[in-house]
């Protein structure tokens, strides 16, 4: 094969990643002057998956429900994630949320508002306060199309629908990242002192899914082959409320903030049967109760005709529901030709989020990998077992920055400038990428994906068990063994067939990764849903697991949870929320 050329960039930090993390990151490392920064992301500017986020972002402002506090949101945070959490990730997050959504504001991002001009706030499933600021139902593209306004004016550079397929490390520390361009497939090299993921989560790996074409876990993926720790990766967040019909529908989510504004769930029986799993909070039970109820209820043969649970928001009227959930009324009416002022509609189960990720320190979101960050989606550690509502918004703004000024921390430290790259692992590569091109037979990357997306959905899903994990990891590891001779016909030029191989290859890696946490996990936490184990076991919640990935192999080990230092493990002694009375102690602890 003759040898290919490729561009080169030089920056001090280079952000993958255009979602609310990527940019965050961005703007924060850029704040130095004279500090180069790039932003590089497969999709367009202003795409990224981010832009979806409809219900709200977490803060405990306290707006409408005065007792709310930082205290109660890690309170929230902690209990949701069934202790697995990081909790200092947690704490740090729940104390910054707040001044990171009204840095928003004086950005320009452009919040609901209480009668009193207050940031408006909605209840949300599992927050006992009302507690997420919300643009209608639009509020990641609020936020998304305010941070790119304030990192384009930061003198960013970005680089629209490139593909990083390498992370590259040299002498212990990172060189930078390598990848093509979508457009022509031409390869490109950006040398870089440190590297900020941001790549988002890897929700393309089940059939049924809210995420967008880009979740494939590349971030992860590719830090896992330079030698960084994934944590978490049995939890996997099933979102109780997806669409369910037409099919062609199937999977897009039905925000929260349905139930959160009053919208009520019905079996086919007519019954609210989110009283028999979790009579205080009802609807808005946290999302692993509510997903487990409605498939529960769709099993024991009282699911709508499409397998899923009505869900009815018409008592509010229509001029409340236009108002408050403008996008699920175009939604249903654009897609389903349904008009839920007027109609009930079907809703069940569907993978939404990546709690699983990159491991990384909670003050400054490095890896373990020399001058690697990992910010948002990508990373682990805040969320536990499951995330809440509203936190994900949250996350990618205080860790986005935090990112950045661990970059930013990192070059203050740092000896010597770029690292040398190694020719030799770049040729590689190249080579590596261009195979699926020059092969004349071999397996269609979509057919890869479609068999990838049937296991995990059958053996790894929202239920599992050993048997179902030992059968999904057989069929998996064969599959795998089948993808390596992906090929596709056609140029580089405007290819996604060429494009699909990287996704499927990454997240075959990442599937691998999370049947063999779930096998590890012998009980039932948070998303993480075994029936041969059906109870959370105290003794589990001492533990992270924690995988790394050899170029060949897996391998898992068992961490200890952080242990909460006294001043905030006093939080649970009462098993009510601070800020509600505290009457006597309760049964829930923190260990
Ligand atoms: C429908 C929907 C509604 C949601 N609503 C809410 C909500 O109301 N509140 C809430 O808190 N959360 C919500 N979430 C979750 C939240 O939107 C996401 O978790 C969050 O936006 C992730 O942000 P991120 O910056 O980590 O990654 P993303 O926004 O996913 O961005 C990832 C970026 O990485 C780029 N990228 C990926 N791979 C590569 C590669 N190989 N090379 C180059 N670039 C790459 C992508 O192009 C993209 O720019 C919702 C999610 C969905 C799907």
Redesign the pocket.
């Known amino acids: 094969m003759a040898r290919e050329n490729y561009e080169t960039h030089e920056y001090d930090v280079i952000v ?7 940019l965050r990151a961005a703007v924060e490392a850029s704040a130095v002057p004279g500090l180069k920064v790039a932003v ?4 367009l500017l202003g795409k ?3 832009v ?7 803060a405990s402002f306290g707006n409408l429900d005065h007792q709310d506090s930082w205290e109660t949101h890690f309170y929230d945070t902690m209990r949701s994630g069934h202790f697995i959490n990081n909790y200092r990730m947690a704490e740090i997050f729940a104390k910054e949320a707040p001044d990171r959504v009204l840095e928003l504001e004086t950005w320009g991002a452009v919040f609901d508002r209480t009668p009193e001009g207050r940031i408006m706030q909605r209840p949300f499933g599992a927050h006992t306060f009302r507690r997420l600021a919300h643009i209608g139902d639009h ?2 593209m609020e936020l998304l199309r305010t941070m790119q306004y304030k990192a384009i004016h930061s003198g960013i550079d970005v680089f629209q629908e ?4 390498k992370l590259l490390m040299a002498n212990g520390r990172v060189a930078g990242a390598f ?1 093509y361009f979508r457009e022509d497939g031409r390869f490109v090299l950006f040398r870089a002192k440190a590297v900020i993921l ?4 890897l929700g393309r790996v089940y059939k049924v899914t ?3 074409w ?3 876990g ?2 992860a993926a ?1 830090a896992f082959r330079a030698g960084a720790d994934l944590m978490d990766m049995e939890m996997v967040q099933f979102h109780p409320t997806g669409m369910v019909w037409p099919p062609g529908v199937r999977g897009i ?1 039905v ?1 929260e903030g349905v139930r959160g504004e009053g919208g009520l769930l019905y079996n086919a029986e007519g019954e609210r049967f989110m009283q028999r799993y979790d009579a205080e909070r009802m609807e808005l039970s946290s999302r692993d109760v509510v997903a487990r109820a409605i498939f529960r209820e769709a099993m024991a043969g009282r699911g709508t005709p499409h397998g899923g649970a009505w869900l009815d928001i018409t008592h509010k009227g229509p001029d409340y529901i236009k108002t408050k959930l403008p996008g699920m009324y175009e939604q249903f009416l654009t897609l389903a030709d349904l008009d839920i002022t007027r109609e009930r509609f079907e809703v069940a189960p569907t993978c ?2 990546t709690m699983g990720g990159v491991r990384v320190d909670p003050e400054t979101c490095a890896t373990n990998l020399p001058g690697v960050f990992a910010a ?3 990373a682990a550690g805040l969320h536990g077992a499951n995330r809440l ?6 996350d ?1 703004l205080v860790f ?1 920055r935090r990112a950045g000024l661990g970059a930013r921390q990192y070059l203050e430290g740092m000896e010597g400038g770029l690292a040398a790259v190694d020719e030799a692992e770049i040729d590689h590569e190249m080579n590596r990428v261009l195979a699926p091109l020059t092969r004349e037979k071999g397996v269609n990357p979509y057919h890869v994906h479609e068999q990838l997306q049937e296991i995990m959905t059958t053996y790894a899903g929202i239920m599992r068990s050993g048997e179902t994990l030992q059968t999904g990891l057989e069929k998996l590891l064969a599959l795998k063994e089948e993808a390596q001779t992906m090929a596709i016909n056609g140029s580089r030029r405007y290819n996604p067939g060429w494009h699909a191989v990287f996704d499927v290859q990454n997240m075959l890696l990442l599937s691998e990764g999370i049947i063999r946490s779930a096998l590890e996990r012998k009980e039932s936490r948070g998303a993480h849903w075994r029936t041969d184990y059906p109870d959370e076991l105290p003794d589990w919640q001492q533990f992270n697991f924690v995988e790394s990935f050899d170029g060949d192999a897996i391998h898992i080990r068992k961490e200890p949870v952080p242990e909460m230092p006294e001043h905030l493990a006093r939080l649970f002694t009462y098993g009510k929320a601070p800020g509600l009375v505290q009457t006597a102690p309760g049964k829930e602890s923190s260990k």
């Open positions: 993958i990643g255009a979602g609310g993390a990527g590089i992301s497969k999709s990224a998956h981010t979806m986020a409809e219900g709200g972002v977490a509020t990641g490139v593909t990083m397929t990848g941001a790549t988002g989560g809210s995420n967008s880009e979740s494939t590349d971030g590719l989510l925000t939404h989020y948002g989606e990508v509502g509203g936190n994900s918004l949250s990618i986005g």
